[in-house]
């Protein structure tokens, strides 16, 4: 499975790091997205970062704020977002899939999901 952590309430400007950590399987195999949802929006992949050499993209609307990562010894993938915006406001969550970032598929894991509000 996996479990997302990190998220919370914060002021514009502010940086969190949201956590997407695996158990029962090995995550460096797979490619990982951030997905997050804003209520009454459609979902938006924000991040995906690839199960071979960790390619990685982002969404316009957060490149070069927010970077994904992977800690392999912690089976682990971050989403690191700096200098976050009220319409950064979502619910995050993670999927795994091992046929990589552009599989078309559906993912074969997804977390439950973390709240981030941004607010002054």
């Known amino acids: 499975q996996l479990e997302e952590s990190g998220g919370d309430s914060v002021q514009p400007g502010d940086s969190l790091r949201l956590s997407c950590t695996a158990s029962?399987?090995?995550?460096?195999?797979?490619?990982v997205a951030w997905f997050r949802q804003a209520p009454g929006k459609e979902r938006e992949e924000v991040s995906c970062?690839?199960?071979?050499?960790?390619?990685?993209r982002y969404v316009d609307s957060v490149k070069g704020r927010f970077t994904i990562s992977r800690d392999n010894a912690k089976n682990t993938v971050y989403l690191q977002m700096d200098s976050l915006k009220p319409e950064d406001t979502a619910v995050y969550y993670c999927?795994?899939?091992?046929?990589?970032?552009?599989?078309?598929?559906?993912?074969?894991?997804r977390g439950q999901g973390t709240q981030v509000t941004v607010s002054s």
């Open positions: 999927t795994a899939d091992v046929a990589g970032c552009d599989s078309g598929r559906k993912a074969d894991y």
């Open positions: 029962g399987f090995t995550l460096r195999y797979y490619a």
């Open positions: 970062i690839s199960e071979t050499d960790s390619r990685t």
